[in-house]
């Protein structure tokens, strides 16, 4: 009998159907974690596949359609964290950072540029995060190599709301964990700038945040989330002057949860090998132990994921660089400033082990007050945990399928006196998660077809001096098919198409100002076959292909749209498209 098995390669890793249970259990090191999962021989022949590319087939170095940052005409000034460190085991590398002294604060643009690159030869994708006065500045994962073709590349990060971070010295860390031994040989080399933009009347310097409260390990590094009752928390005292406040969470699911998306209610893990818990997950915020806020978790792949071959020479949605999710927490402002300490922390939802959490809690002062803030949180319907429903239909020997739901809109508003009038802020979200699973589990096929969406709709309404209001809606699409079967010669064949997609629109209104909209649309689509000859070993590839199309437009007239395509990871379209959705 076939089963699914989610399995981890370097920090999270390959997913693979069961070959039969005849074949022996093979260990292989964990990604960026302790101790190491248990792969079969076909797990570990996928893993070890981009090494065993034949010679004739030389794959294009990575190729995506996202746009560059934006960052002002000027000239910045720069300062280096760290150059050409070689990753090679697990010790986080040090830095110092010193303020750039011809580029005083403030800046009208903070910029991290991180450019890495991996030997060619044999390697997992490994998680890297640069923490900076323990805070996490970066997070993300590398790349996979080829036996003929050592990846590079360069990611940049809009840091401009946590400028506070870099007005005094501050020590920081990088940490990749890389194993380089006789057959995991691939080395990564990271170096790694920060750009301060000053300010003119063309690009001013923005209000930015007075304090960072990070939540991460001392370093700024993410912090294992076990289980649904494990938490990330941070207790601290601000000042009684907090005006505003907001949360930016990064999840990045590990090990057993690598590809949660997959999971199934706890009935049928153990017959079919799989994660439980269902295939649910979200991230969720609590402030002194009351309910705060929602972060949704983006189905983030890593280039080892599922099938190395998918993900060159584009890797998916956010892979190298994760994009924050931001919860609004200034409804709860007034309880901030009552002169105690308070605790803000963060859990995710089903969490079945587990799930790497960060976040900057981004804190902005009134600077005009002469006395502590007063006013009070006035309604908070969130309530945890959230609902799930979930059907199941079938035997799952051979088919079923799976429904899992969950919804709910909730309300949270709170009032403030300020040094320039009351203020009053509502926001009201409304969350919405759809899993459709269909299983087929027969002798000599495993088949698992995924069609989930989750959408995330925050719209905040602020009474003050003037009235603004600002609507801001996600959608995380992600559909999966996956197919592993056995033919009559014992061959194997493991199918796979994806397309994820990653979302978001955005309106916002104020008086006398120009009512402001934008977009962002990426979607990313990959398929490909691996083939195992009858005794288990990787004999090639087939029917690979990938595109991406980013599409991005606002109201100020900025247009972006690009397409890149490949067949047999090579580069075949690399063009501008309209920037329409």
């Not at 860390?173 to 300010?199: D, E, H, K, M, W």
């Not at 979930?390 to 739901?405: M, Q, R, Y």
């Not at 916002?508 to 977009?519: C, E, T």
């Not at 009858?534 to 437009?553: A, K, V």
Request: with cysteine; net charge negative; charged share 10%.
């Amino acid at each position: 009998m076939l089963g699914s098995s989610i399995t981890r390669c370097g920090h999270g890793v390959a997913i693979s159907a069961l070959a039969a249970a005849s074949f022996a259990l093979m260990t292989l090191p964990a990604h960026g974690a302790a101790g190491a999962p248990r792969l079969r021989p076909h797990d570990l022949a996928a893993g070890s596949a981009r090494g065993l590319l034949p010679a004739t087939i030389v794959p294009s170095n990575i190729t995506t359609a996202d746009p560059p940052l934006a960052v002002p005409d000027t000239t910045p000034c720069k300062v280096t964290l760290f150059t050409n460190v070689a990753f090679e085991g697990f010790n986080p590398v040090p830095f110092q950072f010193v303020p750039p002294t011809a580029c005083a604060a403030p800046w009208s643009e903070v910029v991290l540029s991180v450019n890495l690159s991996v030997t060619p030869g044999v390697q997992f994708d490994r998680t890297a995060t640069i923490g900076l006065g323990g805070a996490t500045i970066f997070f993300g994962t590398t790349a996979e190599p080829f036996s003929n073709e050592g990846p590079s590349w360069n990611v940049k990060r809009d840091l401009t709301d946590e400028s506070v971070l870099f007005t005094a010295p501050q020590a920081g860390q990088v940490s990749i964990g890389n194993v380089v031994n006789g057959q995991y040989t691939g080395i990564i080399y990271g170096s790694a700038t920060l750009q301060f933009y000053p300010p003119d009347t063309k690009y001013p310097a923005p209000v930015v945040a007075d304090i960072v409260v990070p939540l991460a390990d001392s370093n700024g590094n993410p912090v294992p989330l076990a289980s649904p009752t494990s938490q990330l928390a941070a207790t601290f005292t601000p000042p009684t002057n907090v005006e505003n406040a907001y949360l930016d969470v990064m999840a990045q699911s590990q090990s057993s949860d690598e590809f949660w998306y997959t999971c199934v209610p706890n009935n049928l893990a153990a017959p079919l090998d799989d994660c439980g818990n269902t295939g649910f997950r979200e991230t969720d915020a609590t402030l002194d132990n009351q309910p705060a806020g929602v972060a949704p978790i983006y189905p983030w792949i890593y280039t080892g994921g599922i099938d190395p071959f998918l993900w060159a020479p584009t890797p998916g949605v956010q892979t190298l660089n994760f994009i924050p999710y931001r919860v609004n927490l200034t409804p709860f402002a007034a309880l901030l400033d009552n002169g105690a300490s308070h605790q803000v922390a963060l859990s995710v939802f089903n969490a079945d082990n587990y799930f790497a959490v960060t976040a900057n809690l981004l804190l902005f002062l009134d600077h005009g007050a002469t006395k502590p803030l007063t006013g009070a949180l006035d309604v908070n319907t969130l309530t945890a945990p959230p609902p799930e429903t979930v059907v199941e239909n079938g035997t799952f020997a051979p088919s079923g399928t799976i429904d899992t739901l969950s919804g709910r809109t909730y309300t949270i508003a709170g009032h403030l006196l300020t040094s320039h009038g009351m203020v009053k802020t509502e926001i009201t979200s409304a969350i919405a998660f759809t899993q459709y699973e269909r299983i087929v589990n027969s002798g000599t096929q495993f088949e698992q077809d995924i069609t989930q969406d989750e959408t995330a709709t925050n719209s905040t309404f602020t009474d003050g001096p003037g009235l603004s209001s600002i609507q801001q809606s996600f959608d995380y699409p992600l559909n999966l098919g996956y197919d592993y079967t056995v033919d009559s010669s014992g061959a194997a064949h493991q199918k796979t198409k994806i397309r994820q997609g990653w979302t978001v629109a955005t309106t916002a209104n104020a008086p006398h100002q120009r009512a402001y909209w934008s977009f962002v649309s990426n979607t990313v689509a990959p398929h490909d076959t691996l083939n195992f000859a009858p005794s288990g070993t990787f004999s090639g590839f087939s029917g690979n292909g990938s595109s991406q199309i980013y599409q991005t437009r606002n109201s100020t007239g900025a247009c972006y749209g690009k397409l890149v395509a490949s067949e047999s990871l090579v580069v075949i379209t690399d063009k501008p498209v309209s920037c329409n959705r």
